[in-house]
């Protein structure tokens, strides 16, 4: 396990130095700089605005110079939001993202799961035909839609829930919803797949022809093997609920990263999104690498040196 362990963090290190680079490339290449649509300041203004941040340097030189503050940690100054730095701006947010997404993972697996496991369980059954509908129609339909029409039925029509805000805990159900529902239709589709392969095998019949029961086989037997694909996906899953909540933080105005993040682009904040991009790739990189860990444990093929 250790040497799986090693293998996977020598992995990530230069997955991580790839996407700040590119990030740092690609952000330069765009139109346009912070201050070039302010029209309070002058040309003058703007020179000495560009002198004091250093953007006025070569693109090398600051590559060079954002590097070595990165690797103490410092991710800058926000060019936007006077007298703060990144490193605060998502001290701030990211918990709220944070709790967004956990609420949204939760709400996946206590949907998925089940379903799949039922699903499986009945197959080519009404119900199996039913959960798979739905699921096809959870990743059929992205965010923006969604989100609407559950506060057009949830918030407008029958004035159940808050149709945004952050302020109390119904306004956290329909953007978790929201977020959630993709997730779960995945989590179902892999429970089912995972649960098929595993039921016809020969162990599972052996511990059935012992007079085990339908439920201690299923608990004890098939479950744990059975979610290794789900294990596998919680990684990218989690990631992509945590980080991936741009167009959901919008749409609820949640006060979060990704609701961050898009203002930070409009604004062209250099340093605010490539603070954040880097962030979000820590987060993937440590989500995927915990991950990892899981299946090693569940599976020791898994921890075989020809995989790492």
Known sequence: MKRFLLGRIAQTVPVLWATVTIAFVLIRLAPGGPFTDERNYTAESIQRLNAHYGL?????????RYLGRLLHGDLGPSFKYANRTVNEIIADTFPVSLQLGALALLFALAMGIPAGIVAALKPHSAWDNAVMTLAL????MPSFVLGPLLVMFFSLRLGWLPASGWESWPDRVLPALTLGAVYAAYIARM????MLEILPMDFVRTARAKGLGAAAV???HVLKPGMIPVVSFLGPATAGLVTGSFV????FHVPGMGSMFVVGAFNRDYSLVLGMVVFYSAVISIFNLGVDVALGAMDPRMRSHRRI
Not at 137 to 140: E, F, K, N, Q
Not at 248 to 251: I, Y
């Open 56 to 64: 006025d340097d070569p693109v090398p030189v600051q590559y060079v």
């Open 191 to 194: 429970s089912r797949a995972g």
């Open 218 to 220: 299923i608990v004890r």
């Open 248 to 251: 959901v933080e919008t749409l």
């Open 137 to 140: 129609l959870g990743i059929s």
